[in-house]
């Protein structure tokens, strides 16, 4: 079945370093992918999505590309912040069915510090 | 700008309990979904709702049911809670389908604890 891996987590780092968290996946057809990213006590909220092949998508610094060849939607942004340290999950939607469903990664924490 | 809302945001219950978590929003969307979110682990679907009137299971729908009488209301219930229950649950709503890259909203989640 569909499934998505990330790197295991906690990711530490400096203000303003590279960040990169990894994301591959598994799925049949052309499943649309997406990175959502939970801050603390609160619930998710949708950072990025592409819904095609070599699509890129961006929000606040932060960019993945949809790269079929590699099955992958690697999480980048130049410079983090303090204020990015979160959770950040990775998700592709389950065609089957035409539901429409998530599935997600079982999430990357970010802790930058100052 | 209320989007999704979910009461209560923490509860405790005991073993056997049931209880009955709320979900409404007002984006008119047709797409109700109900996820839970354990320790270190993604969100996993317990159950999904494509319009009023009609439900289906997701991946972990053992031990819950669900009801979906209007476009505004999807709420969740436990009927005899057990400790593996102990969860975060996420409601999330979108207007379309998932897979066409409609964006999946979600609440702010309820932590529920079952002793």
């Known amino acids: 079945g569909n499934s998505v891996t990330q790197m295991e987590g906690p990711v530490t780092l400096s203000e303003e370093a590279f960040l990169t968290i990894n994301c591959t996946y598994t799925a049949t057809g052309y499943p649309s992918l997406f990175w959502y990213v939970q801050y603390p006590g609160e619930g998710l909220q949708l950072l990025l999505k592409?819904?095609?092949?070599?699509d890129k998508g961006s929000n606040k610094g932060f960019e993945a590309t949809y790269r079929k060849e590699t099955t992958s939607f690697h999480l980048e942004k130049g410079s983090v912040q303090v204020s990015d340290s979160a959770v950040y999950f990775c998700a592709l939607s389950d065609q089957a069915g035409n539901t429409g469903k998530l599935i997600f990664g079982q999430g990357t924490t970010l802790q930058v510090k100052p | 700008n209320a989007g999704v809302t979910q009461t209560p945001k923490f509860r405790i219950l005991k073993i056997g309990q049931s209880m009955t978590l709320q979900c409404t929003q007002d984006?008119?969307?047709?797409?109700m979904y109900w996820y839970r979110q354990d320790p270190g682990m993604g969100l996993k679907l317990i159950y999904y709702?494509?319009?009023?009137?009609?439900?289906d299971k997701g991946e972990v729908p053992n031990g819950y049911n669900v009801s979906r009488s209007t476009t505004e209301d999807f709420p969740l219930r436990l009927e005899l809670a057990a400790p593996s229950q102990t969860s975060v649950y996420f409601c999330?709503?979108?207007?379309?389908?998932?897979?066409?890259?409609?964006?999946?909203?979600f609440g702010e989640g309820s932590w529920l604890t079952v002793v």
């Open positions: 984006m008119n969307h047709n797409y």
């Open positions: 592409a819904t095609k092949a070599d």
């Open positions: 709702s494509v319009g009023a009137g009609i439900t």
């Open positions: 999330a709503s979108s207007r379309g389908q998932g897979a066409s890259g409609n964006t999946i909203y």
